[in-house]
């Protein structure tokens, strides 16, 4: 019997699966906006993105007031401890089969290296994709807002910079669920809440 | 068939326009006008009640009562030809611009005037203060029986004559007594049997203006048509004091007025879109992108989605006319007349080359309701780039511009290429008076026509490419047939030269677009190259 630790609540699980499935759906239908490809025509793709966005809205709204509630806001402050012990695992301990340097335990569930990209995540990557998005839906409200003169060109453009962005940190987290010490051992924890302890 | 037939009929007999436009009006059915009772039956006033020999003697009789109608006619576009463009400071109207068409009314007047709404403009020397020279009956017949001969200057035939003279054809009077005795309201026949038929036939000209909007259906005009609204052309250019609104020599392009409310739109433009439906046409209970759309409407003309298409009628318009092919004969050295598989003609030897087309996408422009007019005087170059015989005006940074579909009529015409001048062709009228369409003679239609244009000519004759613009306002159709968000927000849609805005879709920055995809790229072959050393060194444990 391996011993097990519960990792993720259920919350939490069902709030990470669902952004993911919600950002990919966006990252599709916005590079169709932006004319990269077709596939629901350019009128769906917007209502889709914008229905996709709103939802994400919500989810967000209860993510924070969860991690608020629950003090798990506390796993995203960044520590530059051990970030080397990391740099040099991912460098050259992952192939001489070394074990991952950081434990996971319910109270301390990101290693030091996640902790500084959600940080990056949470100070560049969403206040870009966030701010530029929330213009574009109230395009008409620019003026109002007083922004009259504020350039399309610029906030979509920083929308679809933080939409590389995105894609780009979707590209590295996926490969890096493979890094547990099985390839599928941190997607199965992000599922069922436990992982191997090994 | 009717269509077609007259279609071709047109185009041979030059301005025979209207009286085959009533022809055909007389066999179609027509539509019933827009409810109105009048106070007032003409058939019982005795003024009215005997023969009337000429249109003139008509119209004395309806100013005996309309004491100031013909003074306000006077004062008219329809009247004078005329039109001074302040802003622009050039001396306008149908008198003095040129278009690429049948070019020019000078020497011409006999023909050209058929649609003036007058009797007698037969050269230069006309007099424009005479009151019963004023037609009311080309407005106001409810009959569709009146009828104004081509080359008699804008008169009607009152008594059985021959014409021309000489010739042994007998003209049939019309009933000049019962259509004065039917007055009313002008109608989608009276302004139509000029407007649809301007530039020499059916369609010809605007492309939004042909005779299928005399009874359309939904498809063709929402707000025409005859199962539905049933506008005339009046509900829209609601007129007083009989001058009719809706200027195409300085449009309307921004109307930022919004609804027109009696009282407080004095001296606004009724004819636009806006005068009824508001700067922000689209309610959220009717459309799910209300609020979307109604950001497009600060910089697309109503027109640019709700007039996907102009001649959607059945109706082809003249898209190019090249006048530079005129003349050639056949071997026996006969004019040439050749027409396509639908019966248009698309080369006469009086005229040139033409191309037609039904159902053309517009070509789309900034545009700020300025226009400026090559005129006969201006000095013009040959080069690569045709001659704008109009210039529209307009950008994505004026605050006075909207995105406007237009019809771009392009072709050549002639002109002195050592006075560098267009040139006013004489082109109608019998053999004897040396117009270029009985004999095929450019210099001497040239000379004539300038003369009568008091223009000088050098006694050279080239020809220049021409283009000219002509903003589409008609022809709405239903609103699940506009234009789609996905034509404009593509690579290579209708907006794709549309400069100084960022449609999405359409626009990215490339080096963004090209250095992160190479990123993402990199970043996926560095995670698979991760990935392989992995299971690479794995197996050699």
Redesign the interface.
């Known amino acids: 019997m391996v011993e097990r630790v519960y990792i993720f609540k259920r919350f939490e699980r069902f709030w990470h699966w669902a952004q993911a499935a919600l950002i990919m759906f966006l990252l599709l239908t916005g590079f169709e906006i932006h004319g990269t490809y077709s596939n629901f025509g350019f009128e769906k793709a917007v209502e889709l993105h914008t229905i996709a966005a709103w939802t994400l809205v919500g989810l967000w709204t209860f993510a924070v007031f969860w991690h608020f509630t629950t003090g798990e806001w506390k796993q995203y402050i960044p520590t530059t401890k051990r970030v080397t012990e990391m740099v040099r695992f991912y460098a050259f301990g992952i192939f001489k089969g070394e074990s991952h340097p950081f434990k996971q335990t319910a109270l301390s569930k990101h290693n030091p290296l996640q902790r500084l990209a959600y940080l990056g995540v949470l100070l560049v990557m969403n206040p870009l994709i966030w701010t530029s998005g929330w213009f574009l839906l109230f395009y008409g409200n620019w003026a109002a807002w007083g922004f009259p003169n504020l350039s399309l060109e610029l906030v979509a453009t920083a929308h679809v910079l933080g939409a590389f962005m995105i894609l780009l940190f979707l590209i590295v987290h996926v490969y890096l669920t493979t890094t547990g010490h099985t390839p599928l051992a941190h997607i199965k924890a992000m599922i069922t809440g436990w992982e191997d302890k090994h | 068939m009717l269509r077609t037939r007259s279609a071709v009929a047109l185009f041979a007999g030059a301005l025979l326009g209207v009286v085959l436009s009533v022809t055909n009006l007389a066999q179609a059915t027509v539509a019933p006008q827009t409810k109105s009772s009048p106070t007032a039956d003409h058939s019982k006033f005795k003024e009215l009640q005997k023969q009337f020999k000429t249109g003139p003697e008509v119209t004395k009789a309806c100013l005996s009562c309309h004491t100031e109608a013909a003074k306000q006619v006077h004062r008219t576009k329809h009247w004078t030809w005329e039109f001074i463009n302040t802003e622009k400071n050039q001396k306008l109207g149908k008198k003095n611009v040129l278009n690429n068409f049948c070019i020019s009314i000078p020497n011409n007047q006999q023909y050209c005037t058929n649609c003036h709404v007058g009797y007698g403009w037969k050269d230069k020397n006309f007099d424009f203060t005479v009151e019963e020279n004023v037609d009311c009956l080309v407005c106001h017949d409810t009959t569709l029986t009146y009828v104004k001969q081509p080359g008699m200057a804008g008169h009607v035939v009152g008594e059985e004559m021959e014409f021309p003279k000489g010739s042994g054809k007998i003209l049939k009077p019309i009933n000049l007594s019962k259509i004065a005795q039917a007055v009313g309201k002008s109608s989608r026949e009276t302004c139509g049997n000029c407007h649809f038929f301007g530039g020499g036939g059916d369609g010809v000209k605007h492309g939004d203006l042909d005779s299928s909007l005399f009874a359309p259906e939904a498809d063709v005009d929402v707000h025409m048509a005859v199962d539905g609204l049933n506008f005339n052309c009046g509900t829209c250019h609601q007129t007083s004091s009989h001058d009719v609104p809706g200027s195409r020599y300085t449009p309307t392009a921004k109307d930022k007025g919004g609804v027109q409310i009696r009282g407080k739109s004095e001296g606004e433009n009724p004819a636009t879109c806006v005068a009824c439906h508001d700067t922000k046409p689209h309610k959220a209970e009717k459309s ?1 992108h209300a ?2 759309l ?2 497009h409407a600060e910089k697309l003309a109503c027109q640019t989605c709700h007039i996907p298409a102009f001649a959607r009628g059945g109706v082809a318009t003249k898209m190019r006319w090249d006048w530079s092919t005129a003349g050639k004969m056949d071997a026996e050295g006969k004019p040439i007349v050749k027409k396509d598989d639908h019966g248009h003609i698309i080369y006469e030897s009086r005229k040139g080359d033409f191309v037609v087309a039904e159902n053309v996408k517009p070509e789309y422009y900034w545009f700020n309701g300025g226009i400026t007019y090559t005129l006969l005087g201006d000095k013009i170059e040959k080069n690569d780039k045709p001659v704008g015989i109009n210039k529209i005006e307009g950008n994505a940074t004026d605050g006075k511009s909207m995105i406007w579909p237009f019809k771009v009529s392009r072709g050549t015409q002639p002109y002195d290429p050592e006075n560098k001048t267009l040139i006013t062709p004489h082109t109608t009228g019998p053999k004897s008076g040396g117009g270029y369409w009985t004999n095929y003679d450019w210099d001497r239609a040239a000379r004539q026509g300038m003369a009568d244009s008091g223009a000088p000519f050098s006694g050279k004759v080239d020809f220049v490419s021409t283009e000219m613009y002509w903003p589409i306002a008609h022809m709405v159709a239903p609103k699940d047939k506009s234009v ?3 034509e404009c ?3 290579d849609g209708r907006l794709a030269g549309i400069k100084g ?2 449609i ?6 490339p080096l ?2 090209k250095a ?2 190479l ?2 790229l990199l ?2 072959l560095g ?1 698979l190259g ?2 392989a ?2 299971i690479f ?2 197996k050699k ?1």
């Open positions: 799910k609020a979307r109604n950001n789609g968000c996905a927000h593509a690579k805005i960022y999405p879709g359409r626009d990215a920055n963004i677009d992160a995809w990123l993402a970043t996926l995670v991760h990935a050393i992995r060194a794995s444990h």
